[in-house]
């Protein structure tokens, strides 16, 4: 198949309104608009959406695992951030 | 072992899922694209022998189901190839080791389908079949494979359920009807049990994915899972057992059942089924005949984007 002149594109759809994008795969087209009417086709046939968005998939920048060290330790030892830090009397320990 | 080797032990004795981009053993990529990419081309040339049957539908209902059903599978197909290429390899080349032969497919969609019953005994029972086997490997250890999993499962019981009905009204019927469907189930019911593969001592690939949790359950254990399920619904069908062997065992709380015949699972395998030629020719004739759509696509954007460049000129 010359699936190797389309681009590949990630579907994110939006299940219901108040909700996120959720990515829920990938598919070839030749350009957005195109990649849009597939991802209908094929990712919302019990109308599982109702909003798409389609990205390339080369566009996305991701982080790497190997990187996870430096990009997320620095917030380890910084519990204070967290609601359970901090010690309340009982009676408004509900705050 | 290396510490990316022990990075990714641990990851899978934590149960915690393999993501494309990191580091895997080289076999366990290889591993996971045979066994992803056969699991594609199955939902995609399990197409043909049920579309055989949309045409000559007995009802406008069923033939809108059977449309369906059929639809679902090129979907279920896209979203394996998508998963498996996220390994590293092309759509391309999926398809070409399909074409050539060198990548297999369920070998049961190397049957005919000759009667309408069989459109019902295929839902139920090779559906069912496959359910068992992706509930199952819901919880695989490869991210973009479990939750393709996750998304077929959602979509498929309406495939069993369909076939299920279709076979309940024919065996309802007239007598000669209720013959139709103990026939597709005679010739569907074993060819179905040989979904699940060969014995666990046999299987060629079971112990290292097991270990890398590529598979979560053993061939043998899912397909007594699929034996225990099918026996009540053979008796609300009102339709003789194929598996005259078939007995309770209250010791094992399962079925014992009979010897598979894995001369002709070996057999249709190596290609000497009913229909292995004609499938693989189809497929290789549909992909020809839509080279003109592709090129046209190809043509229409080199001719927008030409235009699109002239306006920024």
Redesign the interface.
């Known amino acids: 198949m010359n699936t190797e002149k389309l681009e590949l594109f990630e579907v994110f759809i939006r299940s219901k309104r108040g909700l996120d994008h959720k990515h829920i795969g990938s598919l070839h087209a030749e350009d957005h608009e195109q990649a849009l009417e597939y991802a209908r086709d094929c990712y919302t046939r019990r109308s599982e959406g109702v909003s798409i968005w389609v990205v390339k998939s080369n566009d996305i920048c991701s982080s790497q695992e190997d990187d996870a060290e430096c990009f997320y330790d620095p917030s380890d030892d910084k519990p204070y951030r967290h609601a359970t830090y901090y010690v309340l009397p009982d009676p408004v320990n509900n705050m | 072992m290396t510490s990316q080797e022990e990075n990714f032990m641990r990851k899978i004795e934590a149960d915690e899922k393999i ?1 494309p ?3 895997m053993p080289e076999a366990y990529r290889k591993n996971l694209i045979r066994q992803m990419s056969q699991h594609a081309h199955s939902e995609v040339i399990g197409m043909q022998p049920e579309g055989n049957w949309i045409t000559r539908a007995p009802s406008l209902r069923r033939k809108v189901v059977l449309l369906s059903k059929v ?2 599978e090129a ?1 279920h197909g ?2 394996l190839y ?2 498996t ?1 996220t390994l590293g390899i ?3 080349e999926l ?1 070409a080791a399909l074409q050539s032969g060198e990548a297999k497919y369920a070998s049961i969609f190397n049957y005919p389908t000759l009667t309408w019953g069989d459109v019902g005994a295929i839902g139920w029972l090779v559906d069912g079949a496959a359910i068992v086997n992706q509930v199952s490997l819901q919880r695989t250890s490869y991210g973009p494979y479990s939750r ?1 999993m996750i ?1 077929i499962c959602k ?1 498929e019981s309406f495939h069993q359920r369909q076939g299920y009905e279709a076979l309940l009204a024919l065996a309802n019927g007239s007598p000669e009807q209720k013959q139709i469907a103990q026939d597709s189930l005679n010739r569907f019911y074993w060819p179905a049990l040989m979904m699940f593969g060969p014995h666990d001592s046999e299987s060629a690939h079971s112990a290292k994915s097991m270990e890398w949790k590529i598979k979560r359950e053993t061939n043998d254990d899912l397909r007594q899972k699929f034996i225990d399920q099918t026996v009540p619904q053979i008796e609300v069908l009102g339709l003789e057992h194929p598996d005259k062997a078939i007995k309770w065992n209250e010791e094992r709380g399962h079925y014992d059942s009979g010897e598979i015949d894995w001369d002709e699972f070996y057999s249709v395998i190596n290609g000497n089924g009913h229909c292995n030629r004609q499938r693989v020719e189809h497929h290789i004739a549909a ?1 020809d005949e839509g080279t003109w759509v ?1 090129d046209a ?2 043509a ?2 080199e001719k ?1 984007n030409a235009k699109k460049a002239q306006n920024v000129a």
């Open positions: 993501e981009k990191d580091w639809q679902d979907g896209l979203y998508s998963a290429e092309t759509r391309a398809i393709g998304r979509e992909h592709r696509i190809t229409y954007n927008k």
